[in-house]
């Protein structure tokens, strides 16, 4: 189809941005819950952890692949520990 001054192109496959899972155990803290997201680097899972609990938990993958787990701290820092687990 086209429209006035439009030329439509075959597209090309864009690259999928990586998948990442937050992925959250249950404790007195929270429910336990699995959070997807698509994003450009693991840094976007930052500010989907804005409502959770201070001392709460939360492992993040990058598709079968574990970057460490996360921790908030009593001041409501997130700490991450990138050691293997």
Same mark, same amino acid.
Request: hydrophobic fraction near 40%.
């Given at each position: 189809?086209?429209?006035? /001054?439009? !030329?439509?192109?075959?597209?090309?496959?864009?690259? %999928? %941005?990586?998948?990442? !899972?937050? $992925?959250?155990?249950?404790?007195?803290?929270?429910?336990?819950? =699995? !959070?997807?997201?698509?994003? $450009?680097?693991?840094?976007?899972?930052?500010?989907?952890?804005? *409502?959770?609990?201070?001392? =709460?938990?939360?492992?993040?993958? $990058? *598709?079968? =692949?574990?970057? *460490?787990?996360?921790? =908030?701290? *009593?001041? /409501?820092?997130?700490?991450?520990?990138?050691?293997?687990?």
């Amino acid at each position: 189809m086209m429209h006035a /001054g439009w !030329v439509l192109y075959p597209t090309q496959k864009m690259p %999928m %941005m990586p998948q990442y !899972v937050l $992925e959250f155990d249950d404790d007195d803290l929270g429910q336990p819950k =699995r !959070v997807e997201f698509g994003a $450009e680097n693991p840094a976007a899972a930052l500010p989907l952890l804005k *409502g959770e609990n201070k001392f =709460r938990q939360v492992k993040l993958w $990058e *598709g079968d =692949r574990l970057l *460490g787990e996360l921790m =908030r701290d *009593g001041r /409501g820092v997130w700490h991450l520990n990138d050691d293997p687990i």
